[in-house]
C-alpha cells in the first residue's frame, strides 16, 4: 500500500526542483519570422498608435475607461511597431493579431450598440481619424493572418 504522506512529500520535493513557470512570456521567445509583410504591419500598428493620440486626453475627460485604452493601444502599437521591425517572433505576431482585434471590435462596437459614456459615437462611421484607425488596424489584422497562413511557417 502506498502511504499518502510519502506521496506528498514527493510530490512537494518534486516541485521544489521545478523550474518557475512564467503565465506571461516574453514576446523576444523564439525565432524571428522575417515574414515579408512586417514592415506593412510596422507601419499599421504605428499608424494605429498615432491615430488615437490626438483624442486621448478628450477620452480621458469624458470616459475615462476608452482614454486609458487609447493610452494602451498607442503604446502597444509603438512597441509592436518596434517589434515587428527587429525581432517579428510567432509571439510578436500573436500580439499583433490579438490588439488589432480588440481594437476593432472595440470600434464597431462603440459605432453599433455604443459605449457606456459615448453614446454619441454610434453611427459615426465618418470620423478622419476613426477611418485611419480602422484602416491600420484591418492592415495588422490582415498581415498577421496572412503571416500565419504562410507556407513554411509552423
Known amino acids: 500500500m502506498h502511504n499518502p504522506s510519502t506521496q506528498l512529500s514527493n510530490a512537494v520535493s518534486d516541485d521544489r526542483n521545478a523550474q518557475p513557470v512564467s503565465v506571461l512570456s ?3 521567445e523564439g525565432t524571428p519570422v522575417r515574414s515579408r509583410w512586417r ?3 510596422a507601419i499599421g500598428a504605428i499608424g494605429e498608435a498615432a491615430a488615437h493620440i490626438p ?3 478628450e477620452h480621458l475627460t469624458e470616459a475615462p475607461y476608452i482614454g486609458v485604452g487609447f493610452v494602451l493601444l498607442t503604446v502597444a ?3 509592436l511597431g518596434f517589434l515587428l521591425l527587429t525581432a517579428d517572433t510567432p509571439r510578436v505576431w500573436e500580439l499583433t493579431l490579438v490588439v488589432s482585434v480588440l481594437a ?7 459605432r453599433t ?3 457606456p459614456q459615448i453614446q454619441d459615437d454610434i453611427g ?3 470620423e478622419p481619424l476613426g477611418i485611419v484607425s480602422i484602416i491600420t488596424e484591418a492592415i495588422m489584422l ?5 503571416t500565419r497562413i504562410e507556407p513554411g511557417r509552423h
Not at 490582415?142 to 496572412?146: E, I, N, S, Y
Open 113 to 115: 450598440v455604443g459605449l
Open 26 to 28: 516574453s514576446p523576444l
Open 104 to 110: 476593432l471590435a472595440g470600434y464597431i462596437l462603440s
Open 142 to 146: 490582415l498581415t498577421a493572418l496572412v
Open 39 to 41: 514592415l506593412l504591419a
Open 124 to 126: 459615426n462611421w465618418a
Open 55 to 57: 483624442v486621448t486626453q
Open 77 to 79: 502599437g509603438f512597441l
